[in-house]
């Protein structure tokens, strides 16, 4: 009789925590699918405070106690933040999000984080941020798109201070002394040859 009641304790229990678990589970998708309903809207403060309220919930504490930081969270934490332009915190959210098992969280992530690095015109680490997310999705159009780009940008910040490009810059400036113009007289039209 006694070995029962202790069953039946137990099970309540792991009953109660089922429901709480998935009630805060629940509740967690509910808000993020908000969250992304205000940030289509433009309402990026609004969704920010939501997701600290969230994240204060006593409910949303319990549930991460039994797991791990929730990789969606901390994604949208970081498209709000990259969207507030707050590139600092945005790349501290995106790279906790990079630590999903998820494969196409993860893409995101790495591609978003790739486009803050690429504002900040550090070509090369954005190229192989890029290539981590065609690994990841080789199909993905837009990154391949991308990866041109930080190549192509890395190729012309690398001929800017070559020497060709300083002595052809010499040669436009000397050109710009010439005198041309009407007021001397030069038998013929001027035609310049490069």
């Not at 309220?53 to 970081?78: C, F, H, N, Q």
């Amino acid at each position: 009789m006694c070995g029962k009641k202790i069953v039946t304790v137990f099970l309540l229990i792991v009953a109660g925590f089922l429901v709480l678990y998935s009630y805060g589970y629940y509740k967690k998708h509910t808000t993020v699918s908000l969250i992304d309903e205000k940030i289509k809207m433009g309402k990026y403060k609004d969704a920010l405070a939501s997701v600290q309220k969230m994240e204060e919930s006593s409910i949303i504490r319990i549930v991460s106690k039994l797991e791990k930081d929730d990789p969606t969270i901390a994604y949208t934490k970081g498209v709000v933040y990259a969207l507030m332009e707050n590139k600092k915190k945005a790349s501290a959210e995106f790279r906790k999000a990079m630590e999903t098992n998820d494969p196409v969280l993860k893409a995101r992530a790495i591609y978003n984080t790739a486009n803050l690095i690429a504002t900040d015109m550090d070509f090369s680490t954005a190229a192989m941020q890029y290539t981590e997310v065609l690994k990841i999705d080789p199909n993905d159009f837009q990154a391949k798109k991308n990866l041109e780009r930080m190549r192509l940008g890395e190729q012309q910040f690398n001929t800017m201070f070559s020497p060709e490009q300083q002595e052809r810059e010499d040669r436009i400036e000397a050109l710009k002394l010439l005198p041309w113009g009407t007021k001397y007289k030069y038998s013929g039209e001027q035609k310049l040859r490069w």
